[in-house]
Structures are given as structure tokens and as C-alpha cells.
């Protein structure tokens, strides 16, 4: 039976002179996984992630949403194709309620000329509430009142917000508690079949919790992908990364 990738990366390479930061990357992210991204610092991670996501173009091969090839598409037109990223840390605009910075994300994908002047919409804030509700924060609050771990959450949901069909998870949980952490580990078992997720992530245990399979990057060359279990037996990435985790 043939199948629908939500991601598909074939054959992406990028060079900055010298350095091959991206060699001839091939992978697939399907419906209803959880696929992450994991290897060691400067192994290529962020500049692939902004490849998918239309930031950086690759010298060659192409990116697949949905089997459609959006290699040429800007980041913008790829946002609309479905394609959404956990807004980084420093996105949410403090002064802003949560309501409203929801609906600024929702106009993102919307494509709304202005992010800005419909945001208050009231269909729009309607959108975002039921957005914050399923992310349990049901009440509106100040942006600039939260904790770290609801603003990170608030990040999150923004991401969802838009119902994607593929989401870049870049260091869902970095800078979170262990509690936060178990939280947001939780949350994100529990979204795995509405929504396709590409993790990269630096904590083993919450990679090796959620992921359904791996795909293992060093020096820019995926040197292994499979299931959490092909993934720590593989002898080539224990001698590469895994080894002394
Ligand atoms: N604009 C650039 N010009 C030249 N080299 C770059 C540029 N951006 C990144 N690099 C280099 O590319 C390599 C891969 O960097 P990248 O940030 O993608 O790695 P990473 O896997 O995300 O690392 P980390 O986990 O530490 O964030 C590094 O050697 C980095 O120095």
C-alpha cells in the first residue's frame, strides 16, 4: 500500500564553503509519528530544521509536504501548506494577553496580510480560546504575567494552534523543570496522532519516551534511522554519539 509522508526530505545537501553541514539527508516523517531528530552539537540539526521550514534554501534535493514539493516555496507559503514550527522562545509577545498572541498565530497561517490589525477578531480570539482550552490554560492572562514553563507551553500551543500537518518541535523542553518537563513530555504523547511531529531534542529520555522512530545526525550525514530499540542496539551510533549517554 502506498502512503502520504507528512515530511519527506530527499537528498538535501548544503554547503557553507568548505563545511558540508547538510549531506544528502533522506528522511521521512508519517502520519501519526512522532520522528526525532537527534546528534551531537554542530552535527547540522538547526540548519536542516531551517531548511524544511523554508528559511535556508539547500544547494540540492528537495522537501515534500503531504507529497507536494515545496522546496521552492517560501517559509511563508509552506506555513500555509501546513507546515508549523514551535514558535521560539522570545516570539510571544509579552505585551499581549494569550488570547490574543494564539490569534496572531492563527492569522500566521491565515496568511493575513496584517498579523496585527484582525487579531482581535472575535472569531478569531473564539479559535484561539478553544486552542488554550485543549493546552489547559482556559483562563486569559497577561503574556508578560506567565512562568517559564506556561510560557513555553503558550509556544506550543501557538504551534498547534494552526491544526498543521507537519510540526518542527526544536527543543520543546529545554529550559523546563523536571516537573514542566514530564508535563510537556505528557502533552505531546497525547497529541501524536492529530498531529506529525519532527523533534529535535537533547534529552535522551524524553527522545527515547516519545519518539516512534529516530533518525540520528552527526557531521551532517544521517548515519541511522529506525525505532527506539534499532536506535540503541545500532553499534554504529553507540561508537558515533550514543556511546557515553
Ligand atoms: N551561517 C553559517 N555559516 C557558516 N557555518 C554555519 C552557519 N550556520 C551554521 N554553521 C555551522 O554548521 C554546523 C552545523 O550547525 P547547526 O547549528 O545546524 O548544528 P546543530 O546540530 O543544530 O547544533 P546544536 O545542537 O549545538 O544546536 C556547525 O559547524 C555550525 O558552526
Known amino acids: ?70 522546496t521552492h516555496w517560501s517559509a511563508q507559503r509552506r506555513a500555509r501548506a501546513g507546515l508549523a514550527r ?21 492569522n500566521a497561517k491565515a496568511g493575513r496580510a496584517s498579523l496585527w490589525r484582525p487579531f482581535r477578531r472575535p472569531e478569531t480570539l473564539k479559535q484561539a480560546d478553544e486552542t488554550l482550552q485543549r493546552f489547559g490554560l482556559h483562563e486569559e492572562q497577561s503574556a ?13 500551543a501557538m504551534g498547534l494552534a494552526t491544526t498543521p500537518s507537519i510540526l518542527l518541535l526544536d527543543e520543546p523542553l529545554a529550559g523546563l523543570s523536571h516537573t514542566e518537563s ?32 529516530i533518525s540520528v545526525l552527526v557531521g551532517g550525514k544521517i548515519i541511522a534511522s529506525g525505532t527506539p530499540d534499532e536506535i540503541r542496539a545500532s553499534h554504529e551510533v553507540k561508537q558515533a554519539y550514543l556511546g557515553d549517554a
Open 1 to 70: 500500500m502506498t502512503h502520504t509522508a507528512a515530511l519527506q526530505l530527499k537528498g538535501l545537501d548544503k554547503r557553507y564553503g568548505a563545511l558540508h553541514v547538510t549531506q544528502d539527508v533522506s528522511l521521512e516523517v508519517r502520519t501519526g509519528e512522532i520522528h526525532a531528530l537527534i546528534g551531537p552539537n554542530g552535527a547540522g540539526k538547526t540548519t536542516l530544521m531551517a531548511q524544511i521550514a523554508g528559511q535556508l534554501k539547500p544547494d540540492a534535493g528537495q522537501v515534500l509536504i503531504q507529497g507536494q514539493d515545496v
Open 86 to 106: 514551535t514558535f521560539q522562545t522570545g516570539s510571544v509577545f509579552r505585551s499581549l494577553t494569550t488570547h490574543e498572541n494564539v490569534a496572531i498565530a492563527l
Open 144 to 156: 508578560a504575567s506567565l512562568g517559564y514553563g506556561t510560557l513555553r507551553q503558550l509556544e506550543l
Open 182 to 213: 514530564a508535563q510537556a513530555v505528557y502533552l505531546l504523547a497525547g497529541l501524536r496522532h492529530s498531529f506529525p511531529m519532527l523533534l529535535i531534542e537533547h534529552d535522551m529520555q524524553a527522545v527515547f519516551a516519545l519518539a516512534d522512530r
